[in-house]
Nanobody, 115 residues
Framework: QVQLVESGGGLVQPGGSLRLSCAAS????????MTWYRQAPGKQRELVAG???????NYADSVKGRFTISRDNPKNTVYLQMNSLKPEDTAVYSC?????????WGRGTQVTVSS
């Protein structure tokens, strides 16, 4: 059974930091591309950051220079370090594992940026 479990969300003040984790089980993690998405209330889901199986990364323009995606293959975990958080970063953050025509989703973790 494939599971992706996100953690690390919460309430943080503007300018603060959070580190999200997504732990995978039931897949050969190292061969999957991993991506973080987010969805704010009333908005479409958007790609935040992705990392390929070989370690190449890509970011949404809105988070470049503030967010960093990384992966730890022995731990089957992908991370999203989020710095200089803004209120507009408030959303449910979900991770996705993709390979060829197969992909899996986690349930998400809420991030709220507010003073």
């Amino acid at each position: 059974q494939v599971q992706l479990v996100e953690s690390g969300g919460g309430l943080v003040q503007p300018g603060g930091s959070l580190r999200l984790s997504c732990a995978a089980s039931g897949i050969m993690f190292r061969i999957y591309a991993m991506t973080w998405y987010r969805q704010a209330p009333g908005k479409q889901r958007e790609l935040v950051a992705g990392i390929t199986s070989s370690g190449s990364t890509n970011y949404a323009d809105s988070v470049k220079g503030r967010f960093t995606i990384s992966r730890d293959n022995p731990k089957n975990t992908v991370y999203l370090q989020m710095n200089s958080l803004k209120p507009e970063d408030t959303a449910v953050y979900s991770c996705n594992a993709a390979k060829a025509r197969t992909d899996y989703w986690g349930r998400g973790t809420q991030v709220t940026v507010s003073s």
